[in-house]
């Protein structure tokens, strides 16, 4: 029974941590709106937001190995907590410029992803002592994910649209000093480690993580790159990122500001997504292991991509994007489960950390340049335009793994164990 309760404070921790993250994409390009900003000013603050992640992802997985995953998910929301409450002190105080507002932006996103990988890190091992299998395990680990954004996303901008973008960060840094000081009270390292044969199926290369940091940090991406499934996955979900960022830190914000009446029509469709996302997560989670990997993939992926896509790129209005929103979330609560069943099949156990961050960095690289292009490209051509230019790249991207090659190492193989990060940001 214990060992159950660490198992459940682990995905509890992951859900008010996530839900800070989710409110923040809702209130930040608000604050840039309500400051006289353009659509390409929104853009510049994504990229902001999401440069740290990437660089957080590449350098920060060996520092977790060395500091610990329970201390790593504490420094990381407690970092959120302070940097985000910044930016309204300041604002009411002595002034926010542009330039200082992009800093804290950035200084809050730097800590995200190693904290995320010090949660991921957890999973096996507390899953082992629950006797919980581990696909059910990763299952509602992402579905803790999307509940998130279902809570995150309509609460904050109910909070933006009644109290202002500024207030609404405060609260966002309450729910980070929340999710620390839970993280520091409730979460426990396994008292053993799991099993691992999933490290059987691709030698660990040399590197402990007592062996220097640049060594261990090359060993890590040395394996990434040496494998050819990653290879192909990191491209697309890099591409496919990129899109997404585009999509939920650029358009979605100005469509609503614009076309949908604001910032509570963005967090309905973000926690409409959000919450088809859980149920996908948690249906699909049952019936994994009857499918096939690569064509559900597939399928999922295109549909994760299209229905919310093309409603705005014709201008339709919010219930349509409620319905396509909900379509999408559907599709897209399968993309993460089948990723992650694929990848705790092929990462060995002493490399988790690292190889996830830069997994998560490789991934995630595109992140920052699809905020700040989706925002430059509307300027240029309209926001209906530029969600048509995303939607049919979307589709025509998504489709390739159905080219076979080393996109067929995405099947099903025996004895799986392990976790790991690289997963489409929906």
């Not at 309204?88 to 809050?108: C, E, H, I, N, R």
């Not at 890099?238 to 830190?249: E, I, K, M, Q």
């Not at 229905?307 to 929103?325: D, E, I, M, N, T």
């Not at 559907?330 to 705790?344: D, F, Q, T």
């Amino acid at each position: 029974m214990k060992a159950r309760w660490r198992l459940r404070a682990l995905l509890a921790v992951q859900v008010v941590s996530r839900t800070g993250n989710v409110a923040t994409t809702i209130a930040v390009p608000f604050v840039v709106l309500a400051r006289g900003g353009s659509a390409s000013d929104v853009g510049v603050a994504a990229f902001a937001a999401t440069v740290p992640i990437v660089l957080g992802g590449a350098f920060g997985g060996v520092l977790v190995e060395r500091f610990g995953s329970v201390r790593s998910s504490v420094v990381s929301d407690l970092a959120s907590a302070v940097t985000l409450l910044a930016i309204p002190v300041l604002a009411w105080t002595v002034g926010l410029p542009s330039w200082a507002l992009l800093v804290l932006v950035f200084l809050g996103g730097l800590f995200d992803t190693p904290g995320e990988s010090g949660r991921r890190v957890l999973l096996p091992g507390l899953a082992d002592e629950a006797a919980v299998p581990l696909e059910r395990a990763v299952g509602h680990f992402e579905a803790s994910v999307r509940f998130s954004v279902l809570l995150g996303a309509p609460a904050a901008g109910l909070l933006v649209g009644v109290v202002g973008a500024l207030p609404a960060l405060v609260v966002t840094a309450c729910v980070f000093g929340t999710a620390a000081l839970l993280g520091a009270v409730v979460l426990r390292e396994p008292l053993r480690a799991p099993a691992d044969p999933g490290a059987q199926a691709a030698p660990a290369p040399s590197g402990t993580p007592t062996s220097g940091y640049w060594r261990d940090l090359g060993a890590g991406l040395r394996f990434c790159v040496h494998d050819p499934l990653f290879r192909l996955v990191i491209a697309l979900v890099l591409v496919t990122n990129l899109l997404d960022a585009a999509r939920s830190s650029a358009l979605l914000p100005l469509y609503a500001d614009r076309v949908l009446g604001g910032a509570q029509s963005l967090g309905l469709v973000s926690g409409t997504f959000g919450g088809a996302a859980f149920i996908g997560s948690l249906v699909f989670s049952s019936v994994a292991h009857r499918v096939p990997r690569r064509t559900t993939f597939v399928v999922c992926f295109v549909l994760a991509g299209g229905p919310s896509l093309v409603a705005p790129a014709f201008g339709l209005g919010l219930p349509w994007l409620l319905a396509a929103s909900a379509v999408s979330g559907l599709a897209a609560g399968a993309l993460n489960p089948i990723l992650g069943a694929v990848e705790l099949e092929r990462i060995p156990a002493p490399m988790r950390a690292r190889v996830f961050g830069l997994l998560s960095a490789g991934s995630w690289a595109g992140i920052p340049l699809g905020g700040l292009s989706g925002g430059v490209v509307a300027d240029a051509i309209g926001v209906s335009a530029t969600f048509g230019v995303v939607a049919v790249v979307y589709t025509v991207v998504t489709l390739t793994p159905l080219l076979g090659g080393s996109w067929r190492l995405m099947e099903r193989r025996p004895a799986p164990h392990g976790f790991a990060g690289l997963l489409p940001s929906r």
